[in-house]
């Protein structure tokens, strides 16, 4: 389980509604109307992203009077089903999905088997997305890819591609340079 204890909170005289802080928000909690940004309540996970990026120092976080709890239990999906889905994604369940938040890929991929179609879906209903907001965007569009879900790119800058991998990389090149020990390396996902 993830509680988020507090909540982001805009200085409405300091904001000229430039639009910045929804751009990077994990959630799209922050919609911009009549030139300010508005936070909703719910949706925020009070992640660094929006403090961070407003040049005119106009949002803080507040604490929240009771925690958002967030959190998936990943024994309530089929189990074949999701390990399958890790496999496809080149992910061990037990590996973590996101750092910050102590979270395992195992949850994030039963939020993709619960029905998230997006990583802010995914980190809605896990709580991941709240710390670093960066780790566990690649491993939430692997899950969602390798389930077969198309990424549509949201407006602004909130999204980046999936980076190469291992699993990106030919067997012509494997076999190029073995001193890398690839082949190796991906016999360690191979066993689960
Ligand atoms: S980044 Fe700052 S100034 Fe720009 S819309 Fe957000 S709160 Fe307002
Ligand atoms: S989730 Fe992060 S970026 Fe979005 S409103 Fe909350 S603190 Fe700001």
């Not at 012509?172 to 390396?185: N, R, T």
Request: hydrophobic letters at 35%.
């Amino acid at each position: 389980m993830v509680e988020i204890k507090f909540l982001a909170q805009v200085d409405t005289e300091k904001c000229t509604g430039c639009g910045k802080c929804a751009n990077v928000c994990p959630t799209q909690a922050i919609q911009v109307k009549d030139k300010k940004a508005q936070v909703e309540d719910p949706q925020c996970l009070a992640c660094p992203n929006c403090v961070d990026i407003c040049p005119e120092e106009a949002i803080r976080k507040i604490p929240r009077v009771e925690p958002l709890v967030f959190g998936v239990d990943y024994r309530e999906v089929d189990q074949t089903e999701l390990v399958e889905l890790c496999r496809k994604a080149h992910l061990h369940p037990q590996q973590w999905l996101c750092l910050c938040t102590a979270t395992r890929v195992r949850d994030g991929a039963a939020a993709v088997l619960k029905g998230a179609k997006t990583p802010e879906e995914i980190a809605l209903m896990t709580g991941i997305r709240s710390g670093c907001s960066a780790y566990c965007l690649m491993t939430s569009m692997r899950l969602l890819e390798a389930y077969g879900v198309e990424l549509e790119q949201p407006k602004g800058y909130r999204w980046y591609k999936t980076t190469q991998t291992l699993w990106n990389v030919s067997e012509e090149m494997i076999k190029k340079y073995p001193g890398y020990f690839l082949e190796e390396d991906k016999d360690v996902f191979r066993p689960f």
